[in-house]
């Protein structure tokens, strides 16, 4: 099964290609044009086309809202077009599960200048939270770019959409048919 996984979430523009479970192709680019205006040329560059695929992932954030919506729209456009499943997938819990660290684990994702995040046990994982500062009763994991104070682990960069790639392939793997094109949208969290 061959996979094509977008993130959108944050100013960079990060996608992958997953071979029968392995990252083959990881696209990552941080410029300044927008979402919207880079995403087709980007892909066209690289020869990506949805035809090639038998799925597709796509980040639901957390992220900017608008660049979220554009990923995902346009990912659910090509599903709905080729007939193909689709998986979303959460950044949050992808960097608590791919990161080694203690317990509790606590992913932070900065967006504007909110904190997003999750308190993360070796048995359960909290809804997503909001805050000015990221709690201090655990293990903060962050990326370089976001400057979160008091972390713990701080990640030069983390590839959502390789890692969100993998995710959507065991769940296709294991018999999953897709998510509901018509309720696959971003994550709404009040601040």
Known sequence: M???SLDTSFSFLNFSVIDEGKVIFLCYMDNSKK????????????KIRPQDYDAFAVSVGVGYL???RIGITFIKGWAYLFNKPVVGYENLELMAKHTHTNF??????????TI????????KISEIKTAKECPSQGYVISLKDHAIEG???????????????IYAYEKLSSGYKGDDLF????LYVKS
Do not use: M, Q, W
């Open 2 to 4: 061959r996979i094509l």
């Open 151 to 165: 972390s713990n682990v701080v990640l030069e960069f983390f590839p959502f959409s390789a890692y969100g790639g």
């Open 116 to 123: 997003f995040y999750r308190i993360v046990e070796e048995d």
């Open 35 to 46: 979402t919207l205006e880079n995403l087709p040329k980007v892909l066209a560059d690289y």
């Open 183 to 186: 309720l696959l949208e971003p």
């Open 66 to 68: 608008t660049s979220v």
């Open 104 to 113: 509790p684990k606590i992913p932070c994702l900065k967006v504007s200048h």
